[in-house]
Nanobody
Framework: QVQLVESGGGLVQPGGSLRLSCAASGSIFTLYAMSWYRQAPGKQRELVARISSSGSTNVADSVKGRFTISRDNAKNTLYLQMNSLKPEDTAVYYC?????WGQGTQVTVSS
């Protein structure tokens, strides 16, 4: 089992940037894939980006070219760098690994 704690959310203007972090503990970090999801009000939770244990990445078409997923195995931490943010990126962002979810961090993009 793994425990996940997200941080880094907040309020940002359109066109701005944020970096989300997800600290993992309780399992061997390097052995599993990790993902970022988001859920906007009234919408289903959707996959934003995924990174394998070896570092291969996939991102959703809606954020391609703007968001980058990465991991620091020495720090047991997953990241999501979000650039050129849009109001439609407003959501609660969650990390997921081994079937476990973090508590989420709110990202609000508004002027």
């Amino acid at each position: 089992q793994v425990q996940l704690v997200e941080s880094g959310g907040g309020l940002v203007q359109p066109g701005g940037s944020l970096r989300l972090s997800c600290a993992a503990s309780g399992s061997i970090f390097t052995l599993y894939a990790m993902s970022w999801y988001r859920q906007a009000p009234g919408k289903q939770r959707e996959l934003v980006a995924r990174i394998s244990s070896s570092g291969s990445t996939n991102v959703a078409d809606s954020v391609k070219g703007r968001f980058t997923i990465s991991r620091d195995n020495a720090k047991n931490t997953l990241y999501l760098q979000m650039n050129s943010l849009k109001p439609e990126d407003t959501a609660v962002y969650y990390c997921k690994a081994l079937g476990q979810w973090g508590q989420g961090t709110q990202v609000t993009v508004s002027s």
